[in-house]
Every structure is written in structure tokens, then in C-alpha cells.
């Protein structure tokens, strides 16, 4: 274990290996049955996706402190400031004090940083490494504080908690804002670009763009998802990598817990796949140089998805899907709500192999701390 002290908002010396980046995957509501369902139908019971083919692996218990069964608020911020609070709360502890996120430790030290999901820009996960509020429902609230932030790549949907209710932006819904405010404009006034189209989007010039918002829905992203989760990954590397100090990135695949919660196998399933199509590009970038931390987890487990080989004849039994030999197999759920069982983690680069065994998921948040040089 390192040795850690307290030097303020600096990142102090620590020995071992450092990162010069990290990027960060939370696959919502993805538990080991999910990436099984997605490796059966992607590359067989034989092969290895993207997210497991990484040296070091383990699991995270990921209770809140007020309940065994944990939100996306509680559990991304234990991961995001490596204390455990309360459901529904962000950035905060129990008694509701400010906690420092990784993000903004990285951002502190000249990184330059990065949330992308396909979910709400402003929904709980991406919040949590950036915003500081004590309901996860002030979206407005966590629209404002992502630009305070100065978050470099903000990339997701949500558009209408950026527009006031007179401004339909790109998109058919009205804004949802009541103050009057337009914090997309207020945006591109301190020099970010904006785009809301997949065609701006592919013509995003990364050597010349600093700051990116990519807004690509009023809610939630539609499937099939344009841009797709791997190519809003591989933009915000483009982008951020341009720094010599290097960046902090968060990846959610949102939508997994999502399709979970209405025991939507096939969706799930797909976007299981969609994001392990994205953390082969960043460990594709990560081979370039070891000096970049890749971590793949979840803030938690939904649905009780359960994968066999054989039907079930259970009630509400989802399949049969297919694998690249031509086999089957079929999924079941226990329930549509969060579970308490611990999620995997896999990890490559500087303490990776911290990661190893069972942890809480609050100490993910150590090992990045430490990997960046500690504090």
C-alpha cells in the first residue's frame, strides 16, 4: 500500500509507477452476468472481450452508506472522491460537505479532462465526478457546475437542461430551464465548440479544439446511438491527448442499466458490447505508451441477470440469442431493480494490480489518486 499525505488540492510524490492518464469506464447497472451475455454474443464462451482481455481483475462491493443496495449518485461518488454517501446524493458526503473529485484534482494539476456517456450529460454518474449537489435531480443545477468545472469534453444528450423553455435547440423538446439561461451559448462564449449532429461532430478539428460540447438528444441518446459510444471515446482522446500534462477521462455506458431495469435482454446486451467497443480504442491508445491507467467497472448491478446455455422455461425468459458458432443461450432476470451483488473490475497500466481481489468501490478512486502521484 502507498503512503498517503495531505498536501491540499496538489498531487504530491508518491513512489511507484504514475500515470500520465487515466481512463475510466462505468458500465451502469453491468454486472458479470452482463459482460458473460456480452461476450457469448460477440465473441463466444471462448473469447475474450476487450474489457476482460486486461491483466488485472477483481470485484467492488458497492453499498452507500445509507443502504445495501446502492444509486448511481452514491456509488459513482465513492469512485469519483473515494468516500461513501448517501443515495441520491452527489459530490457530497452523509452530512453533506463538499468532497474533491478525481476530476477536479486532475484539472487542478493541468490535466485536461473529459465525461462522456449516452445517458444525461447532467445524469448521476457523469455528475458525480464534477458537480456537488444533494439531489441528483437538480440537473440545472449539475448543468451549471459541469461548465463551472471547466470540464473540457462534455459529450452525451441532455440538451434541454442547457436551453431555457424557449429555445428547442437541436432537437424537437422545448428547454427545461426556468432561469432564462442558455448555458450553451454562455458556453461558446468562453470558447467551447458545440455540436449536436453526427456529421459537425465527425468534423471536430482534435488538434485545434480545446473544449467540446456534444449535446446529441433532449434526453437520453436514441439507439442505434449516432455518434456511437466508441467514436465519442475516440474524439475525446483525439482532444485531450493534444495536452503534455496529460487528462483524466470518464466513459459511462449508460444505457445498460437502463435497458437492465425493464429486463430489455437485447439492449443490454448491445450496449454491453458498445462500450467494450470503446475501451478497445482506449486501450488501443493506452499501447502507445505505458502511461496510461485504463479501469473498467460499474457503479453497481441491475436486474439480476442471470445467462445458461439451456432455457429455463421460466416466465418473462428472454432468447434465444445467438453466438458467432451458431449457439444459443438465453438470459433471465430476477429483478428490475438495483442488486447488491459485487461488480467486476478489470484494470491495465501504473497500480493497476492494486486492483486485484475484493475491494470497496470507493478505493478505485485511491488507486487513480495514487497513480497520478498521490495526495
Known amino acids: ?43 463466444g464462451e471462448t473469447g475474450k472481450l476487450a474489457m476482460d482481455d486486461m491483466p488485472a481483475s477483481g470485484l467492488l462491493q458497492t453499498h452507500s452508506a445509507d443502504n445495501v443496495i446502492t444509486d448511481s449518485a452514491a456509488a459513482s461518488t465513492a469512485i469519483a472522491t473515494g468516500v461513501k454517501t448517501n443515495n441520491g446524493v452527489i459530490g457530497l458526503d452523509t452530512n453533506l460537505g463538499y468532497l474533491p473529485t478525481i476530476l477536479e484534482k486532475a484539472k487542478k494539476q493541468g490535466k485536461r479532462t473529459g465525461l462522456v456517456t449516452t445517458t444525461q450529460i447532467v445524469h448521476a454518474t457523469p455528475a458525480a465526478f464534477a458537480a456537488h449537489v444533494a439531489d441528483r435531480n437538480l440537473v440545472r443545477e449539475i448543468a451549471d457546475q459541469l461548465l463551472i468545472a471547466g470540464v473540457d469534453i462534455l459529450l452525451g444528450g441532455g440538451e434541454d437542461e442547457f436551453l431555457p423553455a424557449s429555445d428547442n435547440g437541436c432537437f424537437p423538446e422545448a ?16 470558447g467551447y465548440a458545440y455540436v449536436c449532429d453526427p456529421g459537425s461532430f465527425g468534423l471536430v478539428e482534435t488538434s485545434s479544439t480545446l473544449q467540446l460540447i456534444g449535446l446529441f438528444g433532449d434526453e437520453g441518446m436514441t439507439r442505434p446511438y449516432s455518434p456511437s459510444l ?62 496510461t491507467l485504463v479501469i473498467v467497472t460499474s457503479d453497481h448491478e441491475t436486474g439480476g441477470m442471470v445467462v445458461s446455455l439451456s432455457p429455463s422455461g421460466l416466465p418473462g425468459e428472454d432468447g434465444p440469442f445467438s453466438t458467432p458458432d451458431g449457439s444459443r443461450f438465453y438470459v433471465n432476470w430476477s429483478t428490475t431493480e438495483h442488486t447488491t451483488v459485487d461488480v467486476p473490475v478489470t484494470s491495465q497500466g501504473p497500480l493497476s494490480g492494486r486492483l486485484n481481489g475484493v475491494n470497496d468501490n470507493a478505493f478505485v478512486y485511491e488507486v487513480m489518486v495514487s497513480s497520478f502521484g498521490g495526495v
Do not use: Y
Open 1 to 43: 500500500m502507498l503512503a498517503f499525505g495531505c498536501s491540499g488540492d496538489g498531487i504530491s510524490s508518491a513512489p511507484g509507477p504514475r500515470a500520465k492518464n487515466i481512463i475510466l469506464f462505468i458500465g451502469d447497472g453491468m454486472g458479470a452476468e452482463h459482460r458473460k451475455a456480452a461476450r457469448w454474443a460477440a465473441v
Open 175 to 190: 428547454g427545461k430551464r426556468d432561469d432564462g439561461r442558455n448555458i450553451i451559448n454562455e458556453a461558446i462564449a468562453i
Open 230 to 291: 466508441a467514436e465519442m471515446t475516440q474524439k475525446a482522446i483525439d482532444v485531450l491527448s493534444q495536452s503534455s500534462n496529460g487528462f483524466f477521462l470518464m466513459v459511462e455506458g449508460g444505457q445498460i442499466d437502463w435497458a437492465s431495469h425493464i429486463n430489455d435482454a437485447k439492449n443490454a446486451i448491445s450496449d454491453t458490447i458498445g462500450l467494450d467497443e470503446a475501451v478497445e480504442i482506449a486501450k488501443q491508445f493506452a499501447s502507445k505508451a505505458n502511461d
